[in-house]
């Protein structure tokens, strides 16, 4: 899975809200003025303006207000500093209000597909205008006007405002989605053990800046790997918001899964269904054929070389990121994008009947004997309203089981590796085996 790039000194310039107190005197000269204002401190007082207020027969002239909140608040980019009263346009008085959708690593290929759909209303649907806040680093604020640049120029009737920043407690102020993507890449000699720990600073202080500015019902989704424990490093440091919110991204496992499937019975994926990823997004995931359905039957009666659905099909969804790397010289983006809109609209779209979908989620209280306080990826339902049920039945047999207990196994390791971000004492790393991220080589 591919990952947007991050500066390391991230996490050092938001610590606090105050944090965005940044040393700028060499950069002020490279952003547009209104860049150089969002990197400022918060004045206690400030005056801003109403660029346009358009109503159903007049356009008011502009009207000086007072800035909202010792808080903070990230500033809006170009067109979309306008402010519009939506009741007042025949096209827009049967829209749904507005939403906040935050996005981190905003400025990363992953980000670059899926912004536009977001916009285009292809994932909340036709009816739901959106506020984007996109999230970025002090590398590529430069990059991140441009998104905005293209966003603006794209002209989506849907999409009403779009701020940008590089301080989570402005930018997620008030969210009501974060998709959370932005994470450092795994380098050349760096310790799997490293990248959880420098990724998971990242998440803990993202988790700390929504539990204070977001919606207290704020769905999360964490795509930046490990995803699964960055979730959890994120829900620990998001106490105020529900735990079952947050979500690790299993969804392009699910989905890879799901075509392989369907290539070996010689149908269209859609008629693949039931399809479960069980644990880790590493190369100890375990994509589920047992419990999997073919045209609505078993995938064992479908597919009668059992030999393949234990070897060769499970390496391949583990390993399909890192094959793609090989033909292609970049991890997958596009796909990473595409299944992200699948996961949200599983939790706003009524799940099929008798039907599930795999997401990483919190495993307390779950039905399978997993261990508790961990993010693991497990079949869920949606009744279409943001949130989720575990399903219940499922079948296990030996191989399942087998391979669920080793990928539980490594995220307990990996959750004793960052015990330091979750607030559960002295970090010690005693992973299991340097597995690899299906994107990794």
Not at 27 to 33: C, I, L, M, N, W
Not at 124 to 135: E, H, R, S, V
Not at 166 to 184: R, T
């Amino acid at each position: 899975m591919a990952v947007a790039e991050l500066s390391t000194s991230y996490t050092k310039t938001t610590t606090r809200f105050h944090s965005s107190q940044l040393s700028l005197s060499s950069a002020s000269s490279r952003f547009p003025d209104h860049f150089r204002r969002s990197f400022r401190p918060v004045p206690r007082t400030r005056i801003s303006t109403i660029s346009c207020s358009v109503a159903s027969d007049q356009v008011q002239t502009q009207i000086p207000v007072q800035a909202e909140s010792p808080k903070g608040k990230s500033e809006c980019y170009g067109v979309f500093c306008l402010t519009y009263d939506l009741r007042a346009e025949e096209d827009t008085k049967s829209w749904k209000k507005m939403i906040n959708i935050a996005v981190s690593g905003a400025a990363g290929m992953i980000s670059n597909h899926l912004l536009f759909k977001l916009a285009s209303g292809e994932v909340f649907g036709p009816d739901q205008p959106i506020a984007l806040k996109l999230l970025g680093s002090e590398r590529s604020i430069q990059a991140l006007e441009g998104v905005a640049m293209e966003l603006e120029d794209s002209l989506f009737p849907l999409l009403r405002e779009v701020s940008i920043g590089i301080n989570p407690y402005e930018v997620f102020q008030d969210a009501e989605w974060a998709l959370l993507i932005g994470a450092k890449p795994r380098g050349p000699g760096m310790e799997r053990a490293g990248l959880l720990d420098i990724n998971g600073q990242i998440f803990a202080e993202q988790g700390k800046a929504l539990n204070a500015v977001a919606s207290p019902n704020v769905k999360v989704i964490v795509v930046g790997n490990p995803c699964n424990t960055n979730a959890l490093i994120c829900l620990k440091n998001a106490p105020n918001i529900p735990a079952k919110n947050f979500h690790a991204l299993t969804r392009l496992d699910e989905n890879r899964a799901k075509c392989q499937l369907a290539l070996k019975a010689g149908v269209f994926y859609d008629q693949v269904s039931n399809m479960t990823i069980w644990g880790n997004h590493s190369t100890t995931q375990v994509p589920d054929f047992l419990n999997a359905r073919i045209n609505g039957l078993p995938v064992k009666e479908v597919i009668k070389d059992h030999k393949w659905l234990e070897e060769e099909f499970t390496e391949m969804v583990q390993k399909r990121g890192g094959v793609l790397i090989q033909k292609w010289g970049r991890s997958s983006a596009a796909s990473t994008a595409v299944s992200t809109v699948d996961a949200i609209k599983s939790l706003i779209t009524p799940t099929p009947v008798g039907d599930w979908f795999s997401s990483g989620v919190y495993t307390d209280g779950n039905p399978y004997g997993i261990v508790e306080d961990i993010v693991f990826s497990m079949p869920c339902r949606s009744k279409g309203d943001g949130d989720y049920e575990l399903v219940k039945d499922v079948i296990f047999d030996d191989y399942l089981l087998k391979r669920i207990r080793k990928t539980e196994a490594e995220l307990l390791a990996e959750k004793r590796c960052v015990a330091h971000l979750t607030g559960e004492g002295i970090a010690f790393c005693d992973l299991p085996e340097d597995t690899m991220l299906p994107g990794e080589m």
